[in-house]
């Protein structure tokens, strides 16, 4: 367990690391406030990176009207899954709708379209 985490947290994750980056891209341009272009140039880089995680929060957004509630049957709380197979959000159960592959082990392959 903790190989794999819900889809969701995952994107979640990525978009919060990406404000992470864009604010040390934006302090490290005050180490170059003498020169007023390179400073520039590190705050727009760091702006972008700001604008890339709002676009990714807008996508995760987009993907959890596409998500199907679910309660695990491991924690018993409501998780929200994505695809074939997703894992539980609270305690990373591995669940599945697809009722062939139920009891196989976890695979995020099994989403992808062959
Ligand atoms: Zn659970």
């Known amino acids: 367990m903790g190989k794999y985490s819900s889809k969701i ?15 040390i891209v934006m302090y490290a341009g005050i180490f170059f406030r003498s020169h007023f272009l ?5 705050m727009i880089l760091g702006l972008l990176f700001i604008i890339a995680s709002t676009v990714v929060y807008f996508w995760i957004g987009l993907l959890s009207t596409k ?22 959000m609270y305690c990373n159960e591995p669940l599945t709708l697809d009722q062939s592959l139920e009891g196989k082990e976890f695979d995020e392959q099994y989403n992808r379209k062959q």
């Open 9 to 23: 947290n995952k994107i979640r994750t990525f978009a919060l690391s990406l404000i992470f980056i864009g604010f």
């Open 67 to 88: 998500t199907i509630q679910v309660v695990c049957p491991n924690c018993g709380k409501q998780t929200k899954m994505l695809g074939r197979v997703d894992m539980c």
């Open 38 to 42: 390179v400073m520039s140039i590190f």
